[in-house]
């Protein structure tokens, strides 16, 4: 398997991290959308990361999403599979997965209104109702009480996830997370960052 994109999106780091965690081989393609543009087309023809390469030449399949990639490292781990197979307990990861992508989508669409705009353009209501949205999953997360993790007794998808998209709040959107507001999102983020897979997976320099 080759991973293609950089850490510093939350969508490539989730994969590495479960990667890693789960333990599956995989290499790295370091591309960056704004910088090799090219190069990624060739690989996806929609043009963003991540991408999944798995198998060589001919053979090779790419999967597009983050999300069809953690389903089939899931698939390849097994036992180890970071998303329970069914029942209530694979909706309560689920629940918690996808409201902090939804968070981590609103906050880039933000971002993206501030910085793709010149500053005339910007729609000012809009950005406002994008980061209210950011806030409102920033605030349910922070309300899920770990036990020890956020979906019950196990590491879950839950807990890379939400660790993963707050800390890339943290380092591009730090307004959205002052210091000491999210308390609990705060302290399950720094209890995920000292595990290997989550120092194996760095953030490169932007």
């Not at 036992?79 to 989508?105: D, H, M, Q, W, Y």
């Not at 036990?147 to 019950?152: C, I, Q, R």
């Not at 000292?194 to 932007?206: D, G, H, I, T, V």
């Amino acid at each position: 398997m080759i991973l293609v994109g950089r850490y510093l999106s939350p969508f490539v780091r989730r994969v590495g991290v479960s990667l890693a965690l789960t333990g599956l081989k995989f290499e790295r393609l370091v591309l960056s959308t704004a910088a090799d543009r090219e190069k990624i087309l060739k690989i996806t023809p929609i043009g963003r990361v991540p991408a999944l390469i798995l198998g060589k030449g001919r053979n090779a399949e790419v999967l597009v999403d983050s999300t069809a990639m953690l389903d089939h490292i899931d698939e390849k781990a097994g036992r180890r599979a970071l998303t329970p197979g069914k029942g209530a307990a694979r909706r309560r990861v689920n629940s918690i997965v996808f409201l902090a992508l939804g968070t981590a989508e609103k906050a880039i669409a933000a971002a993206y209104e501030k910085s793709r705009r010149p500053p005339e353009k910007v729609h000012q209501p809009w950005l406002e109702h994008l980061e209210s949205q950011a806030t409102g999953g920033l605030e349910a997360l922070n309300a899920i009480k770990a036990k020890p993790y956020l979906a019950g007794a196990k590491l879950t998808q839950a807990d890379v996830t939400t660790a993963v998209v707050f800390g890339y709040l943290k380092r591009g959107a730090p307004h959205l997370v002052p210091e000491g507001r999210y308390k609990r999102l705060e302290a399950h983020s720094k209890k995920m960052e000292k595990l290997p897979a989550f120092k194996a997976c760095q953030p490169e320099q932007p």
